[in-house]
């Protein structure tokens, strides 16, 4: 979208079923994004490319992943999952999971850097 004239300049396709949360690390010019696949995809905001996407848990369970936030200094997502009861921490620049903490019926998060 052109935030001046609120017109669409392009769209990313594949992004998976139901993409919804979106977080954005503009200084590594990388748009972070998840699904109700379960996946984590990683865009290039310079190219409007994917550059990498992963299943982030392979148990057999339902995962529907909902909202992100970004510690951009340490490279981390935290993740929630609408069907299960914690939040993931993913690494950014490799899509693996560093810790899962328990949060249950979280649909939103937000990292504080001050705390």
Known sequence: ?????????TTIENTGKMSTGLALDSKAQRLYTTNADGEFITIDTASNKILS??????????????????DTAGHRAFITDSKATEVLVVDTRNGNILAKIAAPASLAVLFNPDT
Do not use: P, Q, V, W
């Open 1 to 9: 979208m052109d935030g001046e004239t609120i017109k669409l300049k």
């Open 53 to 70: 996407r992963k299943k982030l848990l392979d148990d057999g369970k339902e995962h529907f992943f909902i909202n992100l936030s970004l």
